[in-house]
Each structure stands twice: as structure tokens, then as C-alpha cells.
């Protein structure tokens, strides 16, 4: 099992660009997250979707979208980039919002630079 | 507003010292204490989740206790592989998990 599988690892973008942060996880769980993690900050939720068909704002929305594209998917995208966005990016998901005994299942990040 | 409190910052051991790393939280109706452990360059990793005051739970020479107001993830006989960031994570009322800022912990040979 891949798990959360998250494209690209690390990406370098300049102020003003585009890009698109893509996760897609083989678990059939029903809820799908993103994280950004910066140093002294800790992990802050951006978005997250408690199902497919579903999508909500968490702490640190501003800046970014999301896409549930289907049960496996879950997409984070930059429309104008800002060096305030450079960060570690993760993707988890869980199999229910509701009931996360099992803790979230996390992929392996994505390193985004905005110069 | 949900708040963790995660200390020591950051925690040096001798291989097979025993410590306990804290997690102080507060709350409005506590659905779940979560800890996670962190390796450089990796998501996190699930580790415990605890749901009430007095519940423990064990895993090889880690143990994870809750009060009311804290956690503990108390390490036995640490080795150097247990070397990692540890993250205490919270569930209240919404849907998803509030993270503290982590305990980095070094164990040397």
C-alpha cells in the first residue's frame, strides 16, 4: 500500500505563479486534509474535506483552494503565489472526520519555495 | 479556541535515560488526544490516540498517559532510534486536529 502520495516533493516557484499541490491516497478513507508546517509554528490545517462532495476552511485558508476531484483525491492550489507561502505542505487523511481513532495518515510533504 | 502546549522544546537523553515529554491542552469537549512521531524530512506518524482522563496505552518502550489537562508520553530505556520529533495533537468539537509545536528529542549512544 502507497498510502498518501503526494506530487511534487519539492518545487521552487516565483512570486505571482500558479502551481497546483496534488494528493491522492489508496485507503478508502472518506476524509482528506491539508497541513502547512513552518518552523516554530507547528502544523496549521488550510482545508479540509470531511467527505467526498465536501470541502470546509481551516485556520489558514487565505490564499489558497482546494478540490475534492473524487474519493481519492484532494488537490491545494496557489493562484498567485507569496513568499509568505513558503512552507512544508502535507496531505493526511483519515477514514471518517467524525471518528479519527485511527489518527491521520500522512504523506510525505511537499517543500514549496516562493522567491 | 483549542490550545496545546507541548515541553520541553526540545529534550537530550543518554541512551537508557527515562524522561516524559508534556502536552498541556485546552479544549471545549475533548473528542481525542493524538500523539505522533515526526522523522526529518517525513510526514508524521501516528502513534496513540487517548479519549479520557486515566487512559493509558503502550507501545514497545513508549506510554502514553491523559488527565483532564495533560498528556504525557512517557520513554523507557530510550534508544538513539527513538530519536524524533513527538507531536500531541487534539480533537474538540470540529472536524479536524489542533497540533502543539512538537518536543524535538535527541538520544545519544
Known amino acids: 500500500n502507497a498510502g498518501v502520495t503526494q506530487t511534487p516533493k519539492f518545487q521552487v516557484l516565483k512570486t505571482g505563479q500558479s502551481m497546483t499541490l496534488q494528493c491522492a491516497q489508496d485507503?478508502?478513507?472518506?476524509?482528506m486534509y491539508w497541513y502547512r508546517q513552518d518552523p516554530g509554528m507547528g502544523l496549521r490545517l488550510i482545508y479540509y474535506?470531511?467527505?467526498?462532495?465536501?470541502?470546509d476552511k481551516g485556520e489558514v485558508p487565505n490564499g489558497y483552494n482546494v478540490s475534492r476531484l473524487n474519493k481519492r483525491e484532494f488537490s491545494l492550489r496557489l493562484e498567485s503565489a507569496a513568499p509568505s507561502q513558503t512552507s512544508v505542505y502535507f496531505c493526511?487523511?483519515?477514514?471518517?472526520?467524525?471518528?479519527?481513532?485511527?489518527?491521520?495518515?500522512f504523506g510525505s510533504g511537499t517543500r514549496l519555495t516562493v522567491v | 479556541e483549542d490550545q496545546v502546549t507541548q515541553s520541553p522544546e526540545a529534550l537530550r537523553l543518554q541512551e537508557g535515560e527515562s524522561s516524559s515529554l508534556n502536552c498541556s491542552y485546552t479544549?471545549?469537549?475533548?473528542?481525542?488526544l493524538f500523539w505522533y512521531r515526526q522523522d526529518p524530512g517525513k510526514g508524521p506518524e501516528f502513534l496513540f490516540t487517548?479519549?479520557?482522563a486515566g487512559e493509558e496505552k503502550e507501545k514497545e518502550r513508549l506510554k502514553a498517559t491523559l488527565t483532564k489537562k495533560e498528556s504525557f508520553l512517557h520513554i523507557t530505556a530510550p534508544k538513539p532510534e527513538d530519536s524524533a520529533t513527538y507531536l500531541c495533537?487534539?480533537?474538540?468539537?470540529?472536524?479536524?486536529?489542533?497540533f502543539g509545536k512538537g518536543t524535538s528529542l535527541l538520544v545519544t549512544p
Open positions: 474535506s470531511a467527505s467526498e462532495g465536501t470541502t
Open positions: 479544549v471545549s469537549g475533548l473528542r481525542g
Open positions: 495533537a487534539v480533537r474538540g468539537s470540529g472536524y479536524a486536529l489542533n
Open positions: 493526511a487523511s483519515s477514514v471518517s472526520a467524525d471518528l479519527p481513532r485511527y489518527g491521520y495518515t
Open positions: 485507503m478508502n478513507h472518506n476524509s
Open positions: 487517548l479519549y479520557s
